[in-house]
């Protein structure tokens, strides 16, 4: 009984990751396509072709598709930033982090990106200067 067992879960294990990794691609390019809609209009076609070359520089389908749902998440976190930057844009001062001195917004945020900056990729680094509106 227990080989019958043994050999019943070992056909159906490999049926299910036959099966996942039949369908890595489609879910790699269902998250690309998802990531580049929460994307800001002005950075969606530069960073569509950024980030298609980026996640196809990955070897291996499963890490493809991790990579492309962190590519979610980068979009989300840069969506964010964008309309913070938007909101902030104007002249009111707003507090800084360490000091009851007042500065710009602007400042503020670069003070921010600059802590943020080393845990980034370099194409979440030139999307975070276009934002901030800096050549990349």
């Given amino acids: 009984m227990g080989i019958v067992t043994t050999l019943a879960v070992a056909v159906a294990a490999k049926l299910i990751a036959d099966e996942l990794k039949a369908s890595a691609p489609s879910v790699t390019q269902r998250a690309l396509k998802t990531a580049v809609s929460i994307l800001p209009q002005d ?3 530069r960073l569509s072709e950024e980030w298609a070359a980026d996640v196809q520089s990955y070897r291996g389908e499963f890490a493809q598709s991790l990579r492309a749902v962190g590519l ?3 979009a989300v976190q840069i ?3 964008s309309k913070t930057l ?4 104007s002249t009111e001062p707003v507090l800084a982090p360490t000091s009851t001195k007042t500065r710009p917004a ?3 945020l670069e003070h ?5 900056a080393e845990e980034c990729t370099d194409s979440e680094r030139a999307a975070c200067r276009g934002i ?3 050549p990349p």
Avoid: S
């Fill in 132 to 134: 901030l509106g800096k």
């Fill in 79 to 81: 969506q964010f930033a």
């Fill in 112 to 116: 921010m990106g600059r802590e943020i």
């Fill in 86 to 89: 938007a909101r902030y844009r």
């Fill in 43 to 45: 950075l969606r076609v």
């Fill in 106 to 108: 602007r400042t503020l």
């Fill in 72 to 74: 979610c998440w980068a």
